[in-house]
């Protein structure tokens, strides 16, 4: 239950607080990093990358979305799906490679929970 009480905390002051974000591209933001898991807040302005750099790679994840989310999703072979997701969407993700552009009209906001077992 501790744990969970620390990522609601490290969640409402991500979300409380102001983050300067490059409007061409992403903001990142760590709010939590413990021996079970790290929680990792992304921003990203339209046209910005989501979830990463250009091509990247994830591990296992759970991604809970803060915003609305249009997205294109890149493979490592080329090939593209546009995706839309509602606020409150959550989705588990296995380890994967691509790359995501928000192509909403609005910042795309995200969790993404990576556990370490």
């Known amino acids: 239950m501790k ?3 620390l990522v609601t905390f490290g969640l409402i002051s991500a979300l409380s607080f102001g983050q300067n974000i490059d409007p061409t591209s992403q903001s990142e933001q760590l709010v939590l990093d ?3 898991m790290s929680v990792v807040e992304f921003v990203a ?3 910005g990358q989501v979830c ?6 994830h591990k296992p994840h759970l991604t809970i979305l803060l915003s609305d989310a249009k997205v294109v999703i890149t493979t490592p072979e080329g090939k593209s799906q546009e995706v839309e997701a509602p606020y409150g969407t959550a989705l588990w993700s296995e380890e994967e490679t691509h790359a995501v552009i928000n192509k909403g009209n609005m910042p795309t906001r995200m969790i993404l929970v990576f556990p370490k077992n």
């Open 3 to 5: 744990n969970v009480l």
């Open 34 to 36: 413990n021996d079970e």
């Open 45 to 47: 302005e339209p046209q």
């Open 52 to 57: 990463g750099k250009d091509m990247h790679h």
